[in-house]
């Protein structure tokens, strides 16, 4: 399991550094776009928009004790996150059910690595 190191963020638009040190340390861009939380106990981002790549650049460390060495956020995500392969059985399942609904797309998320859970909040 991936260890917090620095838990940090960059806003895009208005080129704020921002780095959550302790728990409950919220800290807030200037212009309002995203902020960072959690300190090194779990993270926690907001963003204005759809999509949080357009608002901020994850700095975040952390540290992998298999190879004893630091990981990107990047990399964080690409290690924890498993992809399943996709199954015929699958595929034949998804085309019996019924039509899909418009996903809500998230105003706001979050992904704690320890726990390895996703978080959203949606639009109404």
């Given at each position: 399991m991936l260890k917090l190191v620095s838990n940090k963020i960059r806003c895009l638009w208005c080129g704020d550094i921002l780095e959550?040190?302790?728990?409950?340390?919220?800290?807030?861009?200037?212009?309002?776009?995203?902020?960072?939380?959690?300190?090194?106990?779990y993270v926690r981002r907001g963003f204005d928009g759809d999509d949080p790549e357009a608002v901020y650049e994850d700095l975040s460390v952390y540290y992998d004790p298999e190879t004893k060495r630091s990981v990107t956020a990047k990399e964080a995500n690409e290690k924890d996150i498993p992809h399943p392969p996709e199954t015929d059985k699958a595929i034949e399942e998804s085309k019996d059910d019924e039509p899909e609904q418009p996903k809500k797309k998230p105003i706001r998320g979050r992904y704690n690595f320890d726990t390895g859970e996703t978080i959203a909040e949606y639009t109404e």
């Open positions: 959550s040190f302790t728990v409950h340390d919220f800290k807030r861009c200037r212009c309002g776009k995203c902020f960072t939380d959690g300190g090194l106990d």
